[in-house]
């Protein structure tokens, strides 16, 4: 069965400092991989996905992940962390196939210092 | 501008009641999604609808049902069997053709999300 580990509750960064945050899934094959991130009170907001090909994929406001295979692992990374990040970032597998259903992480709920 | 609305944002009920959360749609999707949020859980899928008149229960279906009666549309209500209904519950939707591999499969478009709380 899919699954989806995030294995940082929390996390604290300064602004201006860089940011990763892990994500480690379990799937028989190559899977869809998303990262999501939702404000307060919110819905979620898609910030990037992959599918195939070229495994580091670039995002919405500076954000990028990389499909690391080996490690069955799609980290999310920011060079430089902005005030207005402060929010839950989830990571989520999607199935290929007919579906379209999500297994969603618990989420890393990212504080950002001044 | 296309998107996903659900109402009511804030919704308080006693216990014994049903209550049903809106979730309405313009995207044209064919899909559509419940989740249910708890804190430090994520989102589980409570039941989704790959087509209008049909819907599939998902991983945390009990006390809850659906109907699908029109594309736009995916009503939820909470009934009186959810033993622990307070929780933010998210509407989602995706494009057509769920069985691509390409680039439009998969890519959930979410709802800004209904409260409900239990007194």
């Known amino acids: 069965a899919q699954s989806v580990t995030q294995p940082d509750i929390h996390i604290t960064v300064s602004e201006g400092a860089s940011l990763e945050l892990r994500c480690n899934y379990s799937y028989g094959a190559t899977p869809y991989l998303f990262w999501y991130v939702q404000s307060p009170g919110q819905g979620l907001q898609l910030l990037l996905k992959y599918f195939s090909g070229d495994t580091l994929v670039q995002g919405i406001k500076g954000f990028e992940a990389e499909f690391k295979r080996s490690q069955s692992s799609f980290n999310l990374r920011k060079p430089s962390v902005h005030w207005s990040d402060a929010a839950e970032y989830f990571c989520a597998v999607g199935a290929r196939g007919a579906t379209n259903k999500l297994i969603f992480g618990t989420g890393t709920l990212l504080a950002v210092q001044p | 501008d296309g998107g996903i609305t659900q109402s009511p944002k804030y919704l308080f009920r006693k216990e014994g009641q049903n209550v049903t959360l809106s979730c309405e749609q313009n995207l044209n999707h064919d899909a559509m999604y419940w989740y249910r949020q708890d804190p430090g859980q994520g989102l589980r899928l409570i039941y989704y609808s790959q087509i209008v008149n049909d819907f599939q229960k998902g991983d945390i279906a009990e006390g809850y049902s659906v109907s699908r009666e029109k594309k736009e549309s995916f009503p939820l209500t909470v009934t009186s069997a959810q033993k622990n209904p307070t929780a933010f519950y998210l509407c989602?939707?995706?494009?057509?053709?769920?069985?691509?591999?390409?680039?439009?499969?998969?890519?959930?478009?979410f709802g800004a999300g209904s409260r409900l709380t239990v007194l």
């Open positions: 989602a939707s995706t494009t057509p053709n769920p069985g691509q591999t390409g680039s439009g499969a998969n890519v959930l478009t």
